[in-house]
């Protein structure tokens, strides 16, 4: 299955197929995008992030694309498993060192 | 690996009351980030310090206020606690410099205020 953008805040994906989260940012001046996870009752969990001067970077089973003409971001999780089932939300940071702008979180739920 | 350390956990408290929530980084961390997430929503930051000096402020009421101490860990103060208040607040730590910038996030302390 495939988000179509966080005004829906629940994508459900069957395990082993791949998930794609979609993420709209504002700030032109962002130069760090990142992607994390969280775990109900949990702390966000660093998942991979992206540099403005890139489009893509690889990670283990994720693949984080950046548009930066439409401002998008996407995470693409491969063979997605039951333990991907958490909120992932998209942030955005102006500095290396700068507080985090959160997006809204997309709800994945994996299905046997 | 040690990760960052926020305690209570879990805090109950009545309105006009007031809250300390606790923050230990990570070792050799030296920037501290807060941020507060409500139901359903996404964590919003609250304010920063770096080597124990403010470094950013974001959305915290003038009823908050925080420290970071000579030991790096911190402190969130919360004061005339309302129902508004009831939230989970993080705390993140990150090591500035030598391309280092990813924000280690604890486990959170749930306020809640009746």
Known sequence: ?112 | AAGVIQSPRHLIKEKRETATLKCYPIPRHDTVYWYQQGPGQDPQFLISFYEKMQSDKGSIPDRFSAQQFSDYHSELNMSSLELGDSALYFCASSRTGQGQHEQFFGPGTRLTVL
């Open chain 1, 1 to 112: 299955g495939e988000s179509v953008g966080l005004h829906l805040p629940t994508l459900s994906v069957q395990e082993g197929d791949n998930s794609i989260i979609n993420c709209a940012y504002s700030n032109s001046a962002s130069d760090y995008f990142i992607w994390y996870k969280q775990e109900s009752g949990k702390g966000p969990q660093f998942i991979i992030d992206i540099r403005s001067n890139m489009d893509k970077r690889q990670g283990q089973r994720v693949t984080v694309l950046l548009n930066k003409t439409v401002k998008h971001l996407s995470l693409q999780i491969a063979a997605t498993q039951p333990g991907d089932s958490a909120v992932y939300f998209c942030a955005e940071k102006e500095l290396s060192w700068g507080k985090l702008q959160f997006g809204a979180g997309t709800q994945v739920v994996v299905t046997p």
